[in-house]
C-alpha cells in the first residue's frame, strides 16, 4: 500500500530524488531551488530545519560541510543596515550562479543511501508538511510571490508583530498551533522567541503601546532595523478613523501621529488603581503603582519611576 503523506515534499519530490541509489547534497539543493522553495534564506532553513539533524547518519566532517553551506544561505537577523546581505537573502537561488566551486565539491561530498534518505524525511513528515504551511506553493514559491493578508492589517498584536517579523504567512494558523503544541510552534519558528522579546522591550520602554500596536507605529519602528519584504519595504498610511463611538483623547489614541504610550501606560495604571479596584499587596500608592507595572510586565525601572510619579496625587508645585 502507498504511503501517503501531508508534506508537499514528501509526496512529490521525495521519490524524485529516491530514483537514484545514492543523493547528495547536491542533487537536494537542485531540486529544492528549481522546483521547491528557491528564495535563498528559506532553502537555508529547510536544510537547517530537516537536513543539519543528530540523526542524519552523516559524519561529522559532513555535517560541518552542510552547517557552513547553511551559514552562506541564511542572515539569521536580517538586519536592514547590512542592505545588500538582507536583500540577498531574500532572492531567488540559482544553483549555476550562486554556488562556488567550494560548495559544489563539498554538496557532491555529502550523500545518502536511497532507503537512508527515505527514511529522514519520512520521520519529519508532519514538521515538513508546518514548515510548507508558511508557503504558497506553485513552480519557484518565494516571499516575493505572496504578501500574507494580514500585513495589511491596521494593528496588531504582539504575537502577530513577531509572525510578521519570522515571515509566517498565516498567524492565525501559527497561533493555533502555538496555544496546541508550543513546543511543537518553537521547533517550527526557532526564531519566534527572540523576535516576541525584542518586541517586548520596546513595550517595557514604552517606545510601543501596552497591547496593541498600530500598522504604522510598527512600520516606523522595524524600518530602521530590519528588512521584512511586504512589509517594511512600503510606504503604510495612517489607519481610518475609527467607527466606535468610544470617546478616546487623541493623545492617547494610537493612531494619532502624536500619540503618548507612556500616558496611556499611566491612565490604564491609575485605573487599575483607583477605579478597577486592582488587588495589590500594598495599599499605599508607590508599591501598589510599583506591583501593577511589574505584573504587567513593564521592567524598565526608570519608567516605573515616572509613571508612579505622574500617577500620584500630590499637587503640582509651578514656581
Same mark, same amino acid.
Given at each position: 500500500?502507498?504511503?501517503?503523506?501531508?508534506?508537499?515534499?514528501?509526496?512529490?519530490?521525495?521519490?524524485?530524488?529516491? #530514483?537514484?541509489?545514492?543523493?547528495?547534497?547536491?542533487?537536494?539543493?537542485?531540486?529544492? &531551488?528549481?522546483?521547491?522553495?528557491?528564495?535563498?534564506?528559506?532553502?537555508? $532553513?529547510?536544510?537547517?530545519?530537516?537536513?543539519?539533524?543528530?540523526?542524519?547518519?552523516?559524519?561529522?566532517?559532513?555535517?560541518?560541510?552542510?552547517?557552513?553551506?547553511?551559514?552562506?544561505? !541564511?542572515?539569521?537577523?536580517?538586519?536592514?543596515?547590512?542592505?545588500?546581505?538582507?536583500?540577498?537573502?531574500?532572492?531567488?537561488?540559482?544553483?549555476?550562479?550562486?554556488?562556488?566551486?567550494?560548495?559544489?565539491?563539498? /554538496?557532491?561530498?555529502?550523500?545518502?543511501?536511497?532507503?537512508?534518505? @527515505?527514511? /529522514?524525511?519520512?520521520?519529519? $513528515? @508532519?514538521?515538513?508538511?508546518?514548515?510548507?504551511?508558511?508557503?504558497?506553493?506553485?513552480?519557484?514559491?518565494?516571499?516575493?510571490?505572496?504578501?500574507?493578508?494580514?500585513?495589511?492589517?491596521?494593528?496588531? &498584536?504582539?504575537?502577530?508583530?513577531? *509572525?510578521?517579523?519570522?515571515? *509566517?504567512?498565516?498567524? %492565525?494558523?501559527?497561533? $493555533?498551533?502555538?496555544?496546541?503544541?508550543?513546543?511543537?510552534?518553537?521547533?517550527?519558528?526557532?526564531?519566534?522567541?527572540?523576535?516576541?522579546?525584542?518586541?517586548?522591550?520596546?513595550?517595557?520602554?514604552? %517606545?510601543?503601546?501596552?497591547?496593541?500596536?498600530? @500598522?504604522?507605529?510598527?512600520?516606523?519602528?522595524?524600518?530602521?532595523?530590519?528588512? !521584512?519584504?511586504?512589509?517594511?519595504?512600503?510606504?503604510?498610511?495612517?489607519?481610518?478613523?475609527?467607527? @466606535?463611538?468610544?470617546?478616546?483623547?487623541?493623545? !492617547?489614541?494610537?493612531?494619532?501621529?502624536?500619540?503618548?504610550?507612556?500616558?496611556?501606560?499611566? !491612565?490604564?495604571?491609575?485605573?487599575?488603581?483607583?477605579?478597577?479596584?486592582?488587588?495589590?499587596?500594598?495599599?499605599?500608592?508607590?508599591?501598589?503603582?510599583?506591583?501593577?507595572?511589574?505584573?504587567?510586565?513593564? #521592567?524598565?525601572?526608570?519608567?516605573?519611576?515616572?509613571?508612579?510619579?505622574?500617577?500620584?496625587?500630590?499637587?503640582?508645585?509651578?514656581?
Amino acid at each position: 500500500m502507498k504511503q501517503i503523506f501531508k508534506s508537499k515534499w514528501n509526496t512529490k519530490l521525495l521519490p524524485l530524488l529516491t #530514483k537514484h541509489k545514492e543523493v547528495s547534497l547536491y542533487d537536494i539543493v537542485k531540486l529544492a &531551488s528549481d522546483e521547491y522553495i528557491s528564495g535563498t534564506k528559506y532553502l537555508g $532553513d529547510f536544510l537547517d530545519y530537516f537536513i543539519y539533524q543528530p540523526d542524519n547518519n552523516l559524519s561529522q566532517e559532513q555535517n560541518n560541510q552542510i552547517l557552513k553551506f547553511i551559514e552562506t544561505l !541564511i542572515n539569521p537577523n536580517n538586519y536592514k543596515e547590512n542592505s545588500s546581505e538582507s536583500i540577498k537573502a531574500f532572492h531567488n537561488f540559482n544553483i549555476k550562479e550562486n554556488l562556488s566551486p567550494e560548495n559544489y565539491i563539498a /554538496l557532491h561530498d555529502v550523500y545518502w543511501s536511497q532507503a537512508t534518505l @527515505s527514511e /529522514l524525511f519520512i520521520k519529519q $513528515d @508532519s514538521l515538513i508538511y508546518q514548515f510548507e504551511s508558511c508557503f504558497i506553493f506553485g513552480k519557484n514559491p518565494t516571499i516575493t510571490t505572496y504578501t500574507p493578508t494580514y500585513y495589511f492589517q491596521d494593528q496588531f &498584536s504582539y504575537f502577530e508583530a513577531a *509572525c510578521l517579523m519570522i515571515g *509566517c504567512l498565516d498567524a %492565525i494558523d501559527a497561533k $493555533d498551533l502555538y496555544e496546541e503544541n508550543s513546543d511543537e510552534f518553537h521547533n517550527i519558528n526557532p526564531q519566534f522567541r527572540s523576535c516576541f522579546n525584542f518586541l517586548k522591550k520596546a513595550k517595557e520602554a514604552a %517606545i510601543l503601546p501596552a497591547e496593541i500596536i498600530p @500598522s504604522k507605529l510598527l512600520h516606523e519602528y522595524l524600518e530602521p532595523k530590519f528588512h !521584512i519584504p511586504g512589509f517594511t519595504d512600503r510606504a503604510i498610511n495612517e489607519a481610518p478613523k475609527s467607527y @466606535s463611538s468610544r470617546n478616546i483623547h487623541p493623545s !492617547i489614541d494610537p493612531s494619532h501621529p502624536h500619540y503618548a504610550p507612556e500616558l496611556e501606560l499611566a !491612565i490604564k495604571v491609575w485605573q487599575k488603581k483607583y477605579v478597577d479596584g486592582y488587588p495589590t499587596k500594598y495599599e499605599d500608592h508607590s508599591p501598589a503603582i510599583q506591583q501593577i507595572l511589574k505584573e504587567m510586565e513593564i #521592567k524598565n525601572k526608570r519608567l516605573i519611576e515616572r509613571i508612579t510619579v505622574i500617577t500620584n496625587n500630590k499637587k503640582l508645585k509651578i514656581s
